[in-house]
């Protein structure tokens, strides 16, 4: 016991070290408690962090700040808009479609199933696939559900979202326009020696940066060379299946194993078994390896040091916390952990020795 006490005298004795504890506490606490709220609010931080790299360089070529935003944030809009009337419609066309089709893949499958114990009576028996299509059949229902309910919700969520599309491009806009106004308020109400967190936050600034705009340029490129493999082949829901592999390499090892079950199985309800199903196959493989193995080193530049073990625990406790931005996040926030893990002792160590 008293070695704990010690420690906790030596590590909090330090008003800096007090400092980083309750700025890190307060802001999982605001994330906690009032993340709903402020979703808006902190979505709009990150993409105005986001284009924050951008509006920099046009600084340094002598452009005024003022216009600079100006101009970033109307290439922002542009993007958002071709989006929202350009892509989301076709998304939701493609979905409509794949729902209308799916009593007929659901058919399908059944078919395929009831013929497994023909062909392997040693291995499967008809009991057994009568079971799966029973729980098929539960999960199904639990999905139609699901739909329901979210369609009876569709009205407030809706409302919500144009709330969103309101609120968020005001928000990113004053971010990058009155950035230093912003900071220069938020260093009233902090302490003049802060070394400790000004390091904690260089570090996390430099790989979060690296990470986010690495990420971003992964899911643009990943997205559309799976489009144009998937059109090529004549693929059904190309677009649809190609933004789903694209969003996948937000969850590191186990996102393109998940999206990889869809691709694979609208295939086969296409084609079957014949050669333009393992052709197709074949190609996304390629796909999935170039991504790991060229454009992830490419574009990750200043790797992320962490422990793949380390990562997928990231995004099951920070996922658990947020969900899907948790799970965005997860990377980011596994890298501020491990920056306070490493400043930290070396600040105490410091601190001793002098």
Request: hydrophobic share 60%.
């Amino acid at each position: 016991m008293r070695l704990i006490t010690d420690w906790f005298k030596r590590a909090f004795s330090d008003p800096q070290i007090v400092f980083l504890s309750l700025i890190l506490l307060s802001s999982f606490g605001i994330v906690l408690s009032f993340g709903d709220m402020l979703a808006p609010v902190f979505a709009s931080a990150v993409i105005a962090y986001l284009l924050e790299g951008i509006v920099m360089r046009l600084d340094q070529r002598g452009i005024p700040r003022w216009l600079s935003s100006s101009l970033v944030f109307v290439l922002f809009v542009v993007c958002l808009t071709l989006i929202l009337f350009g892509l989301f419609p076709l998304l939701s066309r493609q979905v409509t479609q794949l729902v209308q089709q799916m009593p007929a893949m659901i058919s399908a499958g059944q078919q395929a199933l009831m013929a497994l114990p023909e062909r392997y009576p040693d291995i499967i028996s008809p009991a057994q696939i009568q079971d799966l299509l029973n729980l098929i059949r539960q999960e199904v229902a639990h999905f139609g559900q699901q739909v329901v309910t979210l369609s009876l919700a569709s009205v407030a969520s809706l409302l919500t979202m144009l709330v969103y599309l309101v609120l968020m491009p005001l928000l990113v806009f004053f971010f990058l326009k009155d950035k230093e106004p912003i900071m220069a308020w938020f260093s009233r109400f902090m302490p003049e020696e802060r070394r400790l967190a000004v390091q904690v936050w260089s570090e996390v600034d430099k790989q979060i940066t690296n990470y986010m705009t690495g990420k971003f340029w992964e899911i643009l490129i990943v997205s559309a060379v799976s489009f144009v493999v998937f059109i090529s082949f004549g693929l059904q829901y190309a677009v649809l299946l190609a933004v789903l592999v694209g969003l996948s390499v937000i969850i590191p090892f186990l996102g393109a194993t998940l999206v990889t079950i869809p691709v694979l199985l609208v295939a086969w309800f296409q084609w079957g078994w014949g050669n333009e199903f393992i052709w197709l196959a074949t190609a996304y493989i390629i796909v999935q390896i170039l991504d790991g193995n060229v454009l992830v080193p490419v574009l990750f530049s200043e790797a992320v040091n962490l422990h793949p073990v380390a990562i997928i625990v990231a995004i099951l406790v920070f996922g658990g916390f947020w969900g899907l931005w948790g799970v965005f996040f997860a990377i980011p926030l596994a890298t501020l952990v491990n920056a306070i893990f490493q400043a930290w002792p070396q600040y105490v160590a410091l601190e001793t020795t002098t």
